[in-house]
């Protein structure tokens, strides 16, 4: 008997169909039943901000860099897809805390525990999601990026899209179980980020789980262990559900900071930059994303670490 071949989607319908079989109302609501302890903590990024990053940065504080798990979100598991995969939100985990994933705004994310979330320039982020899903959710040169950012990074809303999520974490910036960092700030400065995040999680950092940290959470070693930073476990079971054929979910990227402004057209810019006026600029007093990066930069600062 002849089976046909999966395939994956060419536009922006077939694309947003794969996504509604994946991310069902159940699915969503299991991250949103979790009720954390006071000690959890929960990075909760928007995507492509710097999540995984975050992941092994918290990991690596809390176990003085155990590498002993197949995939990053075994170790710290994403709260809607913990039940899909297996895993019990609800288990003990290693190290003296335990850490989960979350993409939910303010709002949305379970109340109770601390926490991680790392903003990023939303050019930089447009880019980043096109090609995440370039490869895995649609098939390769099929969709432009004009159409992918329209048809999804700007056609969200609410809590759910990129203004939405951030708006709601800028406004809980000053409550003591929140950190907010940057993705540039990490990328300028990863040890300063490292000792503000250990600082946070009230762990001390010695000079050595510093040297562990610092090379674990280093764009070199994540690319070289790619396949435990990958999502290649949820990858295989989205597809499943998505009906689509095996695909590259290969998350480890360079991110190199203003990628966006170069390789965005400016009828897009222009796009992007109207709506950080609606929902930013006026609401929160923040003209553009290096305004917000600068009013985060005393907080994240970390004179120690920058004198080393």
């Known amino acids: 008997m002849k089976t046909s071949r999966l395939t994956l989607p060419v536009t922006m ?9 994946v991310f069902s109302e159940d699915l969503v ?3 949103l039943d979790f009720r954390p302890l006071p000690s959890d903590v929960i990075i909760s990024s928007f995507s492509k901000s710097g999540t995984t990053w ?3 940065i918290v990991h690596g504080l809390r176990t003085r860099g155990s590498m002993d798990f197949p995939e990053i979100s075994s170790a710290v598991p994403w709260l809607i897809t913990a039940g899909l995969l297996g895993f ?3 288990g003990p985990q290693d190290g003296p805390f335990r850490a989960f994933k979350s993409h939910f705004d303010y709002e949305r994310v379970p109340k109770g525990g601390r926490y991680i979330v790392s903003f990023r320039d939303p050019y930089d982020v447009a880019i980043s999601f096109y090609h995440f899903m370039e490869g895995w959710f649609f098939e390769p040169g099929r969709i432009t990026l004009a159409d992918f950012t329209r048809g999804d990074f700007l056609g969200r809303e609410g809590g759910s899209s990129y203004w ?6 800028w406004r809980e910036r000053h409550r003591p179980e929140v950190l907010l960092v ?5 990328k300028a400065d990863l040890p300063a980020a490292v000792h503000r995040i250990a600082r946070f999680l009230d762990l001390e950092l010695d000079p ?5 940290v610092l090379h674990q959470s280093s764009y070199p070693f994540m690319r070289a262990h790619v396949d435990q930073f990958d999502e290649h476990i949820l990858a295989a079971a989205f597809n499943r559900l998505a009906g689509l054929p095996n695909g590259n979910s ?8 203003g990628e966006g402004k170069v390789r965005l057209d400016d009828d897009l810019k222009a796009e992007l930059d109207d709506r950080w006026r609606q929902e930013i600029a006026e609401p929160l007093g923040l003209p553009d994303y290096p305004a917000l990066m600068a009013a985060l930069a005393p907080e994240n600062s970390d004179p120690a670490a920058t004198e080393k």
Do not use: C, P
Not at 250 to 257: A, Q
């Open 88 to 90: 019990d939100l609800n």
């Open 250 to 257: 290969d998350k480890v990227r360079e991110g190199k900071s």
């Open 54 to 56: 975050l992941q092994q």
């Open 164 to 169: 939405g999520h951030l708006a709601s974490w």
């Open 29 to 31: 609501q299991q991250g």
């Open 182 to 186: 940057t993705y540039e700030f990490m």
């Open 208 to 212: 050595e789980l510093e040297r562990i």
């Open 13 to 21: 319908a077939e694309y947003h169909a794969a996504r509604e079989r």
